[in-house]
């Protein structure tokens, strides 16, 4: 009768542990999902079969990334390169659950399509904004629009920055523009493809000052991805190096910049590298795929070729 | 019996000969540019090609005949008549003599495959007639 009464208490304590560890670890996995998530970053997609091979690159990231396809697809600008928005709507109608977009060249007119964009990402006619994932702030850029200071871009960006770095829960700044600050030569040869001296020294002492991580943008038809970067206010197409480590970063100064021009429309091809990119390539369409891990401590990402090759990794880890 | 021998040269002659002209004739490669000159600010080309490796890649470059510089490149891959057609956009280069040349490349490294030939059209930018 002792054994018994014992055996019972014995199960019984067992039952609770289980019980208890199991609540333990489901609230930790609800956790762990609202803190952890994926994205996909691309532009200068076109129209044609290899834009389709990018569509179906993001949307087969499940095999690729730690956290299955993508939960958030972001458009860098220069979409059907057509008067209208129709063909390149039609081509990404898969992957547009959540998807947010930024202006290009090739769609900020009537007659380019720009309303037909605006309907179908609910713009505003400035086409600049910000939004929250989980624990990244994305603040999406107008580079189509004035964006010089005073202009009414430039005050929303400065304040929406201030406020994102004061957030508790806001551990990762992620800035989304069409036209780069930076870029090796290219055979692109028009003046916006130099980098745009006035677009970076109004925004890049902005992003140093309130920690912006990742800066992400297109243009130029080609992938290319720097070292950390401080704004150099004495030559700022020179940009000071923060950090020479190739892939993995501890919180590191400055922001990495990345320009994904590789949706598939064509490429403009490198014709040189400077000094403050790590990785660059002009012959593989692809996307860039970002894993927020680790209760968002660790932001990895990869260029994924649309033939399923990686072709550049790197991580923050904060 | 012997008619058979007198006929037997025209027959193997007929055997080597009809499968080469095959070959040759399925090997051809065509290209079409469309249009195949333009404005500096850009627009629209659809590139239609046959003749090229069935199922596998081409390469094209937009090739300044000047400097011989690569202005623009890509890639398609090819359906199983070895052909496609796909649109780009010409953009982003200055005004002048053009040549698209297109070979196959099977793994995109965007260097023509060995044994393999490439074909190449004339562009301009503006249109010679503007």
Known sequence: MKISILSLSFIGILSSSILFFLSIASIYNVHAATYDFNFAAVGDWGCNSNTDATVKGIANTKTTNKLGASELVLGLGDYSYQPTANCWLSKVASIDDNMKITIGNHENSAKTGFNQYKKSFGLTSNAYYSFDFNNVHFIIMNTQTPYTVGSSQYNFIKDDLAKAAKKDNTNWIIVVMHEPFYTSPTSCKIASCQGIGNLRDTYHPLFDTYEVDLVLGAHLHNYQRSFPLEYNSASSSKPIITSKIASNYNDPEGEIYVIVGTGGINFHKLIGKNSYIVNQQSSFFGHLNVDITNKAQVLTAKFIQNNGKVFDSFSITK | ?130
């Open chain 2, 1 to 130: 019996m012997s008619r058979y021998y007198i006929l037997l040269p025209a027959i193997m002659s007929m055997a080597i000969i009809i499968p080469l002209f095959t070959l040759i004739a399925y090997s051809q490669k065509n290209v079409t540019i469309n249009p195949n000159c333009g404005t500096e600010e850009g627009f629209e080309v659809t590139l239609e090609t046959d003749g090229f490796e069935p199922n596998s890649n081409v390469h094209w470059d937009l090739v300044d005949t000047i400097n011989n510089t690569i202005a623009l490149s890509g890639y398609f891959t090819t359906n199983s008549s070895g052909g496609f057609e796909e649109r780009t956009y010409v953009d982003d280069i200055n005004s002048g003599d053009y040549k698209i040349k297109f070979f196959d490349d099977a793994d995109t490294n965007d260097k023509l495959d060995t044994n393999k030939t490439g074909i190449s059209r004339d562009f301009s930018i503006p249109c010679k007639n503007q």
